[in-house]
């Protein structure tokens, strides 16, 4: 049984600068924010934005700042913990630090991470990804929201949607320009026909193809599609049970992960991993347990073996 957690924590990554501050501050006077009990804010990197002293006693939330990693231990939360007994416990982590020191952490007891959100400057994610990527997949990877900031209709959101969504299927991602969230953004056509009888799935388009399923799947339900795809068996889906899909890379060589939807058909038990297959299946939508909700399943028309792909790799820019 799971320990109950006494204190929440709300962590929040990203980039110098990439609205971690606006965010906080805007969030700290609004209603839903107040709490009855003290709230402990651990600031780990100050950037341009001030917090407004009045808003932080009506809120009754006491600041500490830590300037190095080192000095962020579990002794020093154990300390905060005791002087001010706080009922939720905020962390503005920085940015060029690795989330994930932070969740091997020991926490003082009855703590929990129960939110983690990643802020994201639009203007400067591109050069953020060409310079720091493994730093950004490894902040997405858990996060349960990324919002990205300060954006314009004329970037490549879409593109950026998907270079986080690869990472981590289940993020919830928003984009917001000067007057707020941005709606209806996705209306790209796509680079195959939705409307064909079966839709052709081009090997260079398959990573669209699979964020594009999962969003949209007012789209594919009751489509049938063809692609070709690497398979992948496993000893904990049924006999009759495959995955076809594709290595995508999220960061480097060295980080890379299989995606793709399972897929029934009785020709699966007759099936090797690794070996290559061109499919034409039909779409439907289901709960299943490894996506943690509602997903595309797929169901064989035709398989037939193929030889590999030249390019096996998909990459998400």
């Known amino acids: 049984m799971e320990e109950e957690i006494r204190v929440p924590i709300y962590f929040m990554a990203g980039f110098l600068e990439s609205g971690k501050s606006t965010f906080l501050d805007f969030t700290i006077e609004q209603d839903y924010f107040q709490i009855d009990g003290p709230t402990l804010l651990i600031l780990c990197e100050e950037g341009e934005v001030e917090f407004d002293p009045k ?25 905060y913990d005791a002087f001010y007994r706080p009922e939720r416990v905020i962390i503005e982590y920085n940015g060029m630090w690795q989330v994930s020191k932070f969740e091997e ?20 994610f591109q050069v953020y990804m060409n310079n720091m990527k493994s730093l950004f997949v490894e902040m997405v990877r858990g996060a349960d929201m990324v919002l990205f900031n300060r954006c314009t209709k004329d970037m ?7 270079s986080v969504k690869v990472v981590n299927q289940s993020a919830e991602i928003i984009f917001e320009d000067d007057e707020g969230e941005i709606e209806d953004i996705f209306a790209e056509k796509m680079p195959f026909d939705v409307e ?16 594009d399923a999962m969003d949209h799947p007012e ?35 060295e980080d890379t992960s299989f995606i793709g939807y399972i897929c029934k058909t009785p020709e699966a038990k007759n099936l090797k991993t690794g070996k290559w297959v061109k499919l034409v299946a039909k779409v439907d939508y289901e709960y299943v347990e490894s996506y943690h909700k509602e997903g595309p399943v797929l169901t ?18």
């Not at 037939?304 to 998400?316: I, S």
């Open 55 to 79: 808003k932080l006693k009506k809120s009754r939330t006491s600041v500490e700042v830590i300037d190095k990693f080192e000095d962020l231990t579990p002794e020093r939360l154990v300390a």
């Open 105 to 124: 952490m020991q926490l003082p007891k009855d703590w929990g991470l129960v939110q983690q959100i990643v802020t994201v400057d639009a203007s400067t």
């Open 156 to 162: 490549p959101l879409a593109s950026f949607r998907r």
């Open 196 to 211: 064909a009888d079966v839709i052709d799935i081009m090997d260079e388009d398959y990573g669209i193809w699979f964020i």
């Open 219 to 253: 789209t594919y339900e009751g489509k049938k599609v063809a692609f070709t795809a690497m398979v992948l068996k496993s000893r904990e889906l049924p006999k009759n049970v495959f995955v076809p899909g594709r290595m995508a890379m999220t960061c480097c060589a």
């Open 300 to 317: 064989a028309l035709s398989l037939e073996p193929t030889e590999p792909l030249a390019q096996e790799l998909v990459y998400f820019n």
